[in-house]
Structures are given as structure tokens and as C-alpha cells.
């Protein structure tokens, strides 16, 4: 199957820093999302964003689909923006479940 | 506009139990997909209900069953409770209308202790 695979595991950064996180996957896709779970276990949408750039707010992600990756930027980080970011591939129709990567926790330190 | 619901929030059982757990999904949505999430890990997909039939099949063990009511609300069963079964259940929604899905969204999930 797919593989999905994350970097860096672990980050730790001053409140005020930028950082970018990867998603590299091993096969082609037709949906590529990207998640941030909360402490609680919640996992909130942040892109639907199979190619191409979109941003929100102080965030953004691009995926480069030929290439087989994607990254999410943060800027001006927040403590709030701790927790663990995933993204998750789907490959393609009639498959359609997500495959989650390792997952990268992110803490903030004020 | 209600998002994706699921209950109970907590369960503790002991091993060889039985369980069902519930999930409703967000107004509009027609498909119901089910997640396992072990301690430190990503979701592992189990199954995906749409016209109350399941669609699809992750990798796990026919102890774990599913239904999908015309409301279009699911349910998870896992007979025989493991150890192992301890984990983050979570229960994601999408619209499969023409025939792609796009975004899914999740529930807050269930945690789920086996004694």
C-alpha cells in the first residue's frame, strides 16, 4: 500500500516562530488533507489540498503532486498551534480511505 | 450546522466484552468511514458505510462490524474485546454524491479502555 511518511517527528519552537512541516508519499493521489489534532484527540481540518498552494490565515500548504509531496507553513507560531499535524492521502477512486503519515508534534513554548 | 457527533465520548470494558459505538454524521454528508487510533500513532482506517452497506474494508478482523441507518448515522460493534482494541476510535463523514469524495471530517471520537 501507500506509504506516508512525515518529517520532522518532533518540533519544538518559540512562540513567534515560522516552521514547515512535510509529507512525502510514495504513489500518486487524488486527495491529500491536512489535520491538526488537538489534545483532546479532536482532528481539525486545516487544507483539503490534493495540488497546488492554498493559504488560511497563518497558514498555508503546497502540494507539488509530480513531485509526491506536500508541506503546511506556519507562521508566527501560537501555543495554540500544539499538537500533532497529519496528512493523509487518498489514491484513488473506488479506494477511498485515508491513509494517515506518522504524524509531526509540534509544541510552542511561550 | 451540526458537525460530525459521536457517543459515547468514553468507554471502559474488560476483555471479551462487546461494544458499540456511535456516530452521527455532518448535515449534508451521505458516507460514514470509521478510524482506530492507537497511542502515538496515526488512524488506521477499518470501514466506510454508504447506502447502508459496507463499501470498503481496512485491515482489521471480522470482530469488528459496522451498520449504516437510513438517517445515514453508523454504528461500530468489536465482539471479544483485546487488549490491543484500546485506542481513539474516530468516525469521519464525507459526501460521495457523484462518485469522489473530498474532504472528510471527524468526529471528536470515542476512547476506548479494555481491562
Known amino acids: 500500500g501507500i506509504q506516508v511518511e512525515q518529517s520532522p517527528p518532533d518540533l519544538i519552537l518559540q512562540e513567534g516562530a515560522n516552521s514547515t512541516l512535510r509529507c512525502n508519499f510514495s504513489?500518486?493521489?487524488?486527495?491529500l488533507q491536512w489535520f491538526h489534532q488537538n489534545p483532546w484527540g479532536q482532528l481539525i481540518n486545516l487544507f483539503y489540498?490534493?495540488?497546488g498552494t492554498k493559504q488560511n490565515g497563518r497558514l498555508s500548504a503546497t502540494t507539488v503532486a509530480t513531485e509526491r509531496y506536500s508541506l503546511l507553513y506556519i507562521s508566527s507560531s501560537q501555543t495554540t498551534d500544539s499538537g500533532v499535524y497529519f496528512c493523509?492521502?487518498?489514491?484513488?477512486?473506488?479506494?477511498?480511505?485515508?491513509?494517515f503519515g506518522t504524524g509531526t508534534r509540534l509544541t510552542i513554548i511561550p | 450546522d451540526a458537525g460530525v457527533t459521536q457517543s459515547p465520548t468514553h468507554l471502559i470494558k474488560t476483555r471479551g466484552q462487546q461494544v458499540t459505538l456511535r456516530c452521527s454524521p455532518k448535515s449534508g454528508h451521505d458516507t460514514v468511514s470509521w478510524y482506530q487510533q492507537a497511542l502515538g500513532q496515526g488512524p488506521q482506517f477499518i470501514f466506510q458505510y454508504y447506502e447502508e452497506e459496507e463499501r470498503q474494508r481496512g485491515n482489521f478482523p471480522d470482530r469488528f462490524s459496522g451498520h449504516q441507518f437510513p438517517n445515514y448515522s453508523s454504528e461500530l460493534n468489536v465482539n471479544a474485546l483485546l487488549l490491543g482494541d484500546s485506542a481513539l476510535y474516530l468516525c469521519a463523514s464525507s459526501l460521495l454524491g457523484g462518485g469522489t469524495q473530498e474532504t472528510q471530517y471527524f468526529g471528536p471520537g470515542t476512547r476506548l479502555l479494555v481491562l
Open positions: 489540498i490534493p495540488s
Open positions: 504513489d500518486s493521489v487524488n486527495n
Open positions: 493523509a492521502v487518498m489514491i484513488n477512486f473506488g479506494n477511498e480511505k485515508l491513509t
